[in-house]
């Protein structure tokens, strides 16, 4: 699976349910909140196996799931 | 006839008129005299509607421009502001609306295009609308009449009409989850707010030259009160993009260069282990203010030691108190460990003890606050029957804690029903009504139990119809399809019965006294 969909799924099942239309471009700012981002951080840190920056977590890389996957492609790649 | 809220907008117009009230994400800024001409221009356009002095008016509305200049030009018809909690879940929602019965509704496109899409039953909403263009569907598919900031800048006349409010008349309705187990909508007048600015002011000092980022939403009283006191002091407010980036947030509060930042521990918590606040200390930031309960003794040192020239204050309150009741500052704070501080300027705090008698100092009892600042009452109009005002006019906090020889307040407990998890606050209502539509729950009741990171944790206790075992995750799973995470309870318990009071409602209060005096579990640090 794409990591945009893995991402997708994850949070469409444990963090945001009720936004079943969310997309890949959906702008997380309204559909996450800190404790959410957090569980994000978490997860990604388990399933790809590196560690998120502090730096890192800002909307430039969490803004939107299609955000999201590229910045993991590019630290996955480091 | 003495001051009254909007007079401080118009007085920092004058003084301040080119200088920005407030500045949003993305740079859209307003400065104090269009923010004043515009809102004089709402007024005018409210009171053609018929709406004045003994109205209500709903705001609606996440932080942005349109909601600043609605809210002052409701207070300047003359009419009530009541903040409803945009995230508060739709039964929350509508038993505010219900109760209230404002007469308009500010509504941002946002909200109006959620109510335009849901499938299910509408909220019911006055017919009057204060929007944007953008609302223009919603507001015809339910025939409300339209009013947008555009269109009322455009034609209604400038120039100032007083609405012959007093400083007595309500200015605000804020809701808030006290011990009496539903939403009291708090009425806040003029004079309650503008005693408490001044209290508040004469104790920490700001000035014009001050500023502060304020990343909560302006329906918490916390962020009205950020908003209030800058407008007296003609200080600029910077709104926060949000706070689900505290990294960000600090790169606002660097590029910002604000004085001042004021949130809930959860918010310093996360600045200090989750942005590099230590590393590159915001260099304009003069005070940090917490507000919202204590701040963890070893927090509070990590924040002394990671922005050592920023100030630390802390202050003490209760929505029904408008909402301050004590504050300490930096001077204090290292010598007072544990205090909350002295009260303001004009408010008495005293302890009773449960013969309802002041006890002696040091002695736990129940904190009582009297003075300007204590609210007019309930919109129920049942806030003595309740017990919250007592015969001579005092507000009984329904927390525990006790006086030092130096006047400082300690607290040891808290009573309030109303759940602060990670800098929200929530009502515990409105996740119970979503958890109990659940087909398998009989009785639920939800509390907030202490917890280091979040403040409090969401936990919900439920008792169960017959049937084949359950798997808890169920229950997650299905608040997690209409509530946003912060507000789905970190763990749920099934109980073969839930505490009840005499009158055989829920009882959220002994339930919570049950589950944190056990030794483990939900309640100790490792249970949940």
Known sequence: ?78 | MGVRLFDLLRTSAAKHGDKPAAVFPGGESIGFATLDAHSDRVAQRLRRLGIGPGDRVAMFHDNSLPALVWFWGILKSGAQNVDVPTLAGRPTIQGILDEARPKAIAIDAKQAAALHAAADEPLRLPQIWLSTDDSRPAADAREAGLHTLTDIVANERAGTSDPGTSQDDVAMVVYTSGTTGRPNGVMLSHRNFVSNLEGANALMHLTDRDSILVVVPLYYIHGRMQLLLHAMLGGTVYFSAGFQFPQKVLLELIEYGTTGFSGVPYHFKQLLDRSKLAQTPPPALEYVLVTGGALAPADLDKLRAAVPKVGIHLAYGQTEASPRITWIGPEQLERKRGSLGIALPGVTVEILGSDGLPVATGVNGEVVASGPNIMKGYVSGDERALGKVDDKGRLRTGDLGWLDDEGHLFLSGRSSEMIKSAGERIFPQEIESVIARHPRVRDVAVIGLPDPLLGERIVAYVTLHDGPPIELAEFRQHCLKELPFVRVPKSFEVTDELPRTDSGKISRATLKKAVSSRPSGPGGTGGG
């Open chain 1, 1 to 78: 699976m794409a990591i945009s969909d893995e991402l997708l799924t994850y949070i469409k099942t444990e963090l945001a349910a009720n936004s079943p239309d969310m997309d890949a471009e959906t702008n997380l700012g309204g559909v996450v909140d800190s404790t959410a981002v957090m569980e994000i951080v978490v997860w990604i840190e388990g399933k790809y196996g590196f560690d998120v920056e502090i730096d890192d977590i800002v909307p430039d890389n969490f803004g939107s799931v299609a955000k999201l996957a590229a910045y993991i492609e590019t630290r996955r790649k480091t």
